[in-house]
């Protein structure tokens, strides 16, 4: 079994920042990309950035130069380092990972708890 558990997120001031971690624990031979995604109230939840395991960011355009996406590869955790947040970033964010558990197996999408992201103007 494959744990990730997201912390980080806050209520933040228009213009601030906010840094998430996504850890991952349990049965893991490798971890391929890891996602980070946000669902705002009534919306669908969306693709914010992805990492690939050399560590090649992808980001959505809303977020491209405020947000980074990074991660360690030794710790099994990834990061979204968020500047400049605007009221629109607000919703929950969640952690994705493509992960093999065993040498053996396929690899599998694990999901988060999600963590809330609200910024103010």
């Known amino acids: 079994q494959v744990q990730l558990v997201e912390s980080g997120g806050g209520l933040v001031q228009a213009g601030g920042s906010l840094r998430l971690s996504c850890a991952a624990s349990?049965?893991?031979?490798?971890?391929?990309?890891m996602d980070w995604y946000r669902q705002a109230p009534g919306k669908q939840r969306e693709l914010v950035a992805t990492?690939?395991?050399?560590?090649?960011?992808v980001y959505a355009d809303s977020v491209k130069g405020r947000f980074t996406i990074s991660r360690d590869n030794a710790k099994k955790t990834a990061y979204l380092q968020m500047n400049g947040l605007k009221p629109e970033d607000t919703g929950v964010y969640y952690c994705?990972?493509?992960?093999?558990?065993?040498?053996?197996?396929?690899?599998?999408?694990?999901w988060g708890q999600g963590t809330q992201v609200t910024v103010s103007s």
């Open positions: 349990g049965t893991i031979f490798v971890i391929n990309h």
């Open positions: 990492i690939t395991s050399g560590g090649t960011p």
């Open positions: 994705n990972a493509n992960v093999r558990p065993t040498v053996a197996a396929v690899s599998f999408s694990y």
